[in-house]
């Protein structure tokens, strides 16, 4: 139903008295009815159907529930034409412990995504065989010099929801083959003044002290006029972990690992509303995780075991920090505009590394600096008969800076000293994108229809450096000369749903992403006489199809997809040469995801997921499997809970499948599958609510997907039984 604005500026709603607004009167109006309206151009509103409220406590949501990871403006999920999943704060406290982290998180709840690491680090954690782009409030994580650590910049503690879209997306640029995770962090919600308060503790079955974890976190939030704010700090200290025999974990050489590890994750958030249309926005966050520990790595008995005795003064670490400022104007001649600029700063450490008489014991840091602007206008179109539509269109901008240094070290047994001697892991880069992008969305009787395109330019300035890999190859200093490397691409992507009623949809899509080859991480391993224009022609464009139907009923929620993604360019991690390998030759990834959640009755609901992926790469004319570092396994998982009257209990279970396709195609090493257990629990208290869990509750003695596919074995093994308890108030 179409509204002229003019019939009602400065008119009176039955609820109000004076003359107000054309907004104001129709909310008025509008009130209990069950309807809404939106703006459709200057003078003229539209009043449709509001969407069904939600329940954030009540499970699975519908699919009235709006995001806007996957459309950069929002969007219902009955409106995507793909996979979508949304992850709630209640959802996210069920899963945490103290110490825990949100790659364990993901890792359990979202099919497609490979288990966590266990480690400092996600890296191996693909979705759908590519890399996933992770955003935090809608900022990218991913930098050029991948190193793996963007599900290790938050504490689920500062987390309101994530937005998992899996599939590639064309309108975020590089990074996005595999899907998006975008982490939005907590907020004022519009209180005048709220504290809330978290304190846990967690340990191994064993109970001894030095297994203890703990954390705590505290927010207050408040609002005045029109200035509102948000403050939180959360601080972990994670100390010894034990597998399934009680033995200490030993330390993981390439990635870090959790053991002995302090954490804070600092945020700091302010808006402002300059009027009933426009607001600014200010966001703040420093994130730092630290180790200190006193133990290495050894072999006894063909076993990987915990050596005391360590003395290292620079361990592994991450550091990241980040300023966000947005403003957005609702009304900008009828069109709904955002700017947001930001700035972040990202640093990690990994533990020394022998590269061999050459180079030596050697430790890595990185750091990658990056600044941008990204705008977007969100504007309604004329109608078409009863076709409505919109545009999102806008430009983003971007400038990075990464480095990576490597520190020699003397060592004599456990006790590594510095030698002072620095070498450059790979050239120093600068990284300037530009980019284009508008989608358009239809909606037409049954059918929604979205379709867009992005285009990218990607200029890499390539300092001239030192050859790391002439250094530790041959032990001669060679200079490796830079340059400029350009990439320029138009990505496109195509999606309809098909409305079978307001509790089913069917949608297919198609989408293209890419991600850029890790250049620094690349030219690190090469000689001198290399020629980095090699890498211009392989930035590695995505292909996506999927084809799928979800449905949301008061006692089910079920959704299947199936998916294909295809590329001319092949890269992986190598854990026989411990090389990056990147060739011109065709990949193919499909696969099949499904999740269902069946309400038994107001209290008792049971369901899970699976995923299984299978990738390929056309080695001379033959088809071969990608190693698991690319391709997860098999993953099921499974769940029964009892939700009543204040009272929570969930069972689940999480399988991974074997595989040795990669191994016997002579890519990557064979993975034996596993299974684990939780039992989770919560009670609601006159004050506060208490939550309980048992992870790996049978005690299983195993090693994670990541230290059988990449790391040096003996492997070691994963974290046995551990107990958790927590409490956690709003005052």
Known sequence: MGVDATLL??????????????????????????????????????????????????????LSETLVTASRSQA???SIPGTVQVIQAPQIAQQSAAGRKVADILGTLVPGLAPSSG???????????????????????????????????????????????SGASSLYGAGASGGIINIITKRNDGQALAMSSRVGISSADNFNHKGFAYEGFQSVTGRQDALDWYLSADLVQRNDQFDGNGKRIPQEAFQ????????????????????????????????????????????????????????????PFTHNQAVNFNYSDSDLFGQQLLVESYWR????????????????????????????????????????????????????????????????????????????????????????????????????????????????????????????GGIWQAGVSEVLPGGTLKYEDTLYNLGAVYHLSSAQDLFVNFSQGFSLPDIQ????????????????????????????????????QANVTVFENRSDVTQYYDSVTRAQRLIDQKERVRGIETALTYHLSNA???????????????????????PATRISPAKTTAFVEFDDQGYNLRLQALRLESYDEGFKDGNGRKIEGYTTVDLLAGVALPVGKLEMGVYNLSDRNYETLYMQANAAAPYPHAEGRRLALSYAVDW
């Not at 008119?11 to 607004?21: F, I, M, R």
């Not at 190193?147 to 689920?156: D, E, G, H, I």
């Open 119 to 165: 480690t400092m680090s996600n890296y191996g954690q693909t979705l759908r065989g590519r890399n996933v782009l992770v955003l935090i409030d809608g900022v990218s994580q991913n930098a050029s010099r991948d190193v793996s650590r963007q599900l290790n910049s938050v504490a689920p503690s500062s987390i309101e929801r994530i937005e998992v879209v």
């Open 256 to 315: 870090g690992s959790n053991m002995d590890t302090e954490s804070h994750d600092l945020h700091a958030k302010f808006g402002y509303d300059l009027n009933e249309q426009r607001r600014v926005t200010l966001a703040l966050q420093e994130y730092e995780d630290k180790q200190d520990t006193g133990y290495v790595a050894g072999t006894q008995n063909g076993e990987s075991v915990a050596v005391k005795g360590l003395q290292l003064s620079d361990q």
């Open 345 to 468: 700063k990202q640093q990690a450490r990994f533990f020394p590394y022998n590269w061999g008489a050459n180079a030596g014991v050697v430790a890595s840091e990185s750091e990658a600096r990056v600044y941008g602007l990204r705008a977007a206008v969100e504007s309604s179109l004329p109608s078409i008969g009863s076709a409505t539509g919109s545009l999102v269109w806008g430009a983003d901008l971007e400038n990075e800076q990464v480095s990576q240094d490597g520190d020699r070290y003397s060592v004599d047994g456990l006790v590594y000293t510095p030698t002072g001697q620095r070498y450059a892991f790979g050239p120093d880069i600068e990284t300037n994108t530009t980019a284009l992008f508008a989608q358009t969305t239809w909606d037409i009787g049954d059918w929604t229809l979205r379709g867009g395109a992005r285009h990218e330019w990607i200029h890499s300035d390539v300092d001239d450096s030192v050859a790391f």
């Open 521 to 556: 991480r690349f030219l690190r391993d090469v000689r001198g006489s290399y020629d980095i224009h090699d890498l211009n022609a392989q930035a590695i464009k995505v292909d996506s199809y999927e084809l799928g139907w979800r449905g949301d009923w008061e006692s089910l």
């Open 604 to 626: 008792w609901s049971l369901g899970g997921t699976y995923a299984w992926t299978k990738g390929e790469t056309d080695q001379n004319g033959e088809w071969r499997d990608l």
């Open 76 to 78: 219902s999920i009955a």
């Open 9 to 62: 500026r400065g008119k009176s709603a039955p609820a109000l008295q004076g003359d107000y607004s054309a907004e104001q009167a129709l909310d008025a109006l509008l009130q209990g009815s069950g309807l809404q309206w939106r703006l459709s151009g200057q003078n003229s509103y539209v009043v449709q159907p509001a969407p069904a409220p939600v329940d954030l406590d009540s499970g699975p949501l519908s």
